[in-house]
């Protein structure tokens, strides 16, 4: 299995990034996203524990399900459909106010997964999750610019 873990630094609060990152239309301004759509709402809030996003690729679509939902704090989900030889055991995103004027926050993204292939698994996993890292970081800079940061 492998861990990934990237995160940067904001100089805005946790309660407008969250907003950004549980944005699942917004995915699609992202560096290599064609689409972004919700197919499935929340259990209680739209894009809350339960929402269903489909994520589109040049070469691939992948479905994305939240697991966790706490505005201003943590959004977690878990890859359930994906063209690669991959499992997605779940990512998180957390938010981390940085000193008492709360007007600067850690966003802090990792995620977990391991490779499926009969051969080579842990292998596969980790190209996997280096393009996983550099997707990260690009959604990361892209956020930041758009939060002024």
Avoid at 103 to 126: C, E, F, I, Q, Y
Wanted: hydrophobic residues 45%.
């Amino acid at each position: 299995m492998h861990t990934l873990h990237v995160s940067r630094d904001f100089e805005a609060d946790a309660a407008t990034i969250f907003d950004v990152v549980a944005d699942h239309a917004g995915y699609a301004s992202l560096p290599g996203v064609r689409e972004a759509w919700l197919r499935t709402p929340g259990e209680t809030e739209r894009g809350g524990v339960g929402a269903e996003r489909v994520i589109v690729l040049p070469a691939m679509r992948f479905v994305e399900r939240i697991t966790e939902y706490k505005p201003g704090e943590t959004l977690g989900y878990r890859i359930i459909k994906c063209p690669l030889p991959i499992e997605h055991i779940g990512a998180r995103i957390m938010l981390q106010p940085l000193g008492t004027a709360a007007n600067r926050t850690r966003v802090h993204w990792t995620s977990r997964l391991r490779g499926t292939t009969p051969v080579g698994a842990d292998l596969t996993a980790a190209v996997f999750a280096a393009q996983m890292r550099l997707a990260y970081r690009g959604a990361l800079a892209v956020w930041a610019r758009r939060l002024g940061g």
